[in-house]
């Protein structure tokens, strides 16, 4: 197998595009998974795959102790970062990263900005979390995942453990909802800034599941022409490819999405974005009508 330094862009999409069963979106306890690399590089390897690439948000750790593990074992493994990003067209616009040197400076330091930002944002929800009587401690948070990782996960994680949740998914649905919690972002960098960052680190740009920028009361039909806004803007930002194959994409949507990627030379890849194997996360809002 190829050291990733060995990778260039064509090599990268030849791999992707092999036919080798794939899931290049998984997440590990580096963010908000539950598995180490090496854990989930083994449940994946049990399950027939044979490309992976781990892409935890906003940063590399996982993805390079997962390289480190799979070379050990002569598994195709390529390089993978989700990175958090807003533009006018939409929040919560999420690139992948796909192939890049682990050792650029220009892409160290902007993961160094996103997790200051992080950082920023998990102080401000902790007081705002405390200041409703929810009594959170650091030592709270940081027993969840030793501090690897911070972020609404985590902090819905620790009310269960403390017993001011019945279950991990009440937080997302009550307190996190109100007012004064619901304002605390992060500010994240811009969409054609994160594109820029890989890019300049060797990698490729893809947009990650472009169905997720459906609004909660918009019916497929009042979103497709939003959606190819979206897609239209990444695509001037120099975006590499689309990932088609996701579990908020239906059969239909996955179809739109390839056509698209093929019109205009994109490549598409595809990804189970696996947090924990204990938990699958409900998709059936994005696939109707």
């Not at 705002?128 to 819905?156: C, H, M, Q, W």
Request: glycine share 8%; charged share 35%; no cysteine.
């Amino acid at each position: 197998m190829k050291n990733y330094r060995e990778y260039d862009k064509e090599s990268i999409r030849a791999l992707i595009e092999s036919g080798l069963k794939r899931d290049l979106h998984m997440h590990t306890y580096y963010s908000d998974g539950e598995l180490s690399p090496r854990e989930l590089i083994d449940l994946r390897i049990s399950e027939g795959y044979e490309l992976l690439s781990i892409t935890d948000h906003d940063g590399d750790e996982g993805s390079a102790e997962g390289l480190r593990y799979a070379e050990s074992i002569g598994l195709p493994f390529i390089s993978g970062v989700e990175l958090d990003s807003d533009d006018e067209l939409g929040k919560d616009l999420h690139i992948l990263g796909y192939g890049f040197d682990y050792d650029n400076e220009g892409f160290k330091e902007v993961l160094l900005k996103v997790r200051r930002e992080r950082d920023n944002r998990n102080d401000r929800f902790m007081s705002a979390l405390n200041k409703l009587g929810y009594d959170l401690t650091l030592e709270d948070i940081v027993s969840i995942n030793e501090g690897r990782y911070v972020g609404k996960p985590t902090f819905a994680k620790a009310l269960q453990r403390k017993g001011l949740m019945d279950n991990y998914q009440e937080a997302f649905k009550g307190i996190f909802r109100h007012e004064t919690i619901r304002v605390i972002r992060k500010r994240a960098i811009s969409s054609q800034e994160a594109i820029i960052a890989i890019q300049e680190a060797g990698g490729i740009a893809v947009m990650a599941h472009p169905m997720e920028q459906r609004r909660m009361d918009e019916s497929f039909e009042d979103f497709k022409p939003r959606m190819y806004e979206i897609l239209e803007r990444m695509r001037e930002y120099g975006i590499d490819g689309i990932e088609y194959k996701h579990p908020s994409a239906s059969e239909e949507q996955q179809k739109l999405l390839a056509e698209y990627a093929k019109k205009h030379g994109l490549i598409i890849t595809e990804g189970s974005d696996v947090h924990s194997p204990r938990y699958v996360r409900d998709y059936s809002r994005y696939h109707m009508p």
